[in-house]
């Protein structure tokens, strides 16, 4: 098997998601595989990253690769940075839905224009599979910038709404308010991959090609920088609670303080109903890790 750089790369990115898969795994077991929550579609952006890579290096590995190979191959390729976009999206909605629920009506907005984008992406990818006329490559050309530009409107929108998010950071609980950081940290490395899709959908014959640019620009660009995003997620994924315990949390969401004046939403604390009538709620927490966490 001759593989060129590229192929040497998709080696590595094998190598590479295969532990992160398992980890992704276990993380969306924890929370749940509700798409809203985010951890199911960060699980999808590592399968495909996976299943691509195995496709990239069979396509190499053949003198004569399938048009239905090359196909799927392109597809994959155009999905790729659509799930990590949209489970962003999905976690700066779960904070905006505890701190600022009147901006759900914008992120509705930005999770249709981040799915116009996947859609496009996936036609213009399919387009410019080899194989297929100039006129049909031209169209798959021009629904890629497309869908680029949509992928850097969603990214602005989301970032300047996690901005927000820090002016209410105090309504979060504290384990919230170190997902928000993280989600900080993760974006700076999001937007050079998005960045990187842009300039290859712009000049698709040039060194910002994923498959035929320059390799290097290629790692630096994009893979290190979406892995290092996962990273970051996974362990974001560790360390909030997990759904049970962000059941009981939320049915006392409208409540305000833990023990020693820790602002968590709006209202009441936590040894006081919202409604004003009694409730046994340290009985409750005491049966979960975070609840006896926060009791002490």
């Known amino acids: ?173 504290a384990v919230y308010r170190k997902f928000l950081l993280h989600i900080s940290i993760a974006l700076p490395f999001l937007a050079v991959p998005v960045l990187y899709f842009i300039l290859g959908s712009f000049k698709p014959n040039s060194k910002f090609s994923p498959t035929t640019g320059d390799w290097r620009i290629y790692l630096v660009m994009d893979l290190i920088m979406e892995y290092i995003v996962v990273c970051i997620y996974i362990v974001s994924g560790i360390t909030i609670p997990h759904r049970e315990e962000e059941a009981i949390i939320s049915t006392y969401n409208q409540g305000a303080t833990y023990d020693q004046g820790t602002t968590y939403g709006r209202g009441a604390t936590y040894n006081q109903a919202p409604t004003g009538e009694p409730f046994q709620l340290q009985d409750i927490l005491g049966k979960t890790r975070i609840g006896r966490r926060f009791m002490g």
Request: proline fraction near 3%; avoid cysteine; glycine fraction near 8%.
């Open 1 to 173: 098997m001759t593989l060129n750089q590229f192929g040497k790369l998709a080696i590595a990115e094998i190598v590479f998601y295969i532990p992160i898969i398992v980890v992704a795994f276990i993380v969306t077991l924890r929370h749940g595989f509700n798409r809203k929550a985010g951890w199911v579609l960060l699980l999808s952006f590592a399968v495909i990253r996976f299943v691509g890579s195995i496709l990239a290096v069979v396509a190499q590995d053949e003198a004569n690769p399938s048009s239905t190979l090359l196909t799927v191959a392109g597809i994959l390729q155009a999905l790729g940075l659509s799930p990590l976009l949209l489970a962003t999206f999905a976690f700066i909605s779960k904070l905006v839905d505890m701190t600022l629920p009147h901006l759900s009506r914008l992120l509705n907005l930005v999770r249709i224009i981040l799915v116009v984008g996947l859609i496009l992406a996936i036609i213009g990818g399919t387009d410019q599979t080899p194989g297929n006329s100039q006129s049909s490559q031209n169209d798959g050309h021009t629904l890629s910038k497309v869908s680029s530009i949509l992928y850097l409107v969603g990214y602005l929108a989301l970032f300047g709404v996690h901005v927000l998010l820090w002016s209410v950071r105090e309504d979060l609980p």
